[in-house]
């Protein structure tokens, strides 16, 4: 009888479980792409009329390099090239409105962790790929600006993407500039 009970309880804890994953729903969002996606997709993409898609790699990888990125990883038979440079992320305000809310905390008589919340460092990173896929006379390039900054205490804080249009505008000046050096020897 014990092992009957047994049995029964665990259908009926199956059940449940069925039950309440089928009543999951789906966000009707979930695969709408943001209203910004296209904008940004444009920031992020240029076209070079070259096939050499070796070249323009390193084009890329110099526009990196002269930008201040360290090239982390690069794979050539992929098209891809991930860089990052490390930055101070200390902004003097938030410091100071840190402190002074710590402070002020601390005379009250209570505790506040202000100052282990400021930001401390930051990490961007670039990622490019090179597609000549697409075309057989041109070569597209997609690189992607992400900073991510850690606080005081070490904990991430946040990772957002880069959306100014000149950092954008100024990496693919670089490679433009560099492929024609190249084709033209000079």
Known sequence: MTETKAVVRKLLLAATCVFWAGCQVMPKNLLLLPPDYLAAREQQMRKYDTADEKKVLQASAGALQDLGFTIDKSEADLGMIVSSKNRTAVNAGQV???????????????YSNAYGNTDKEQRIEASVLVNSALSKDATLVRVKFQTV???????????????????????????SKAIFLEEHKI
Not at 99 to 107: F, P, R, S, V, Y
Not at 167 to 173: A, G, L, P, R, S
């Open 96 to 110: 100071t409105a840190a402190i002074t809310m710590d402070l002020a905390c601390a005379m009250m008589g209570c």
């Open 149 to 175: 900054i850690w606080n005081a205490q070490g904990k991430l804080s946040r990772f957002t993407t880069v959306k100014d249009p000149k950092i954008y505008q100024e990496f693919f000046d670089k490679v």
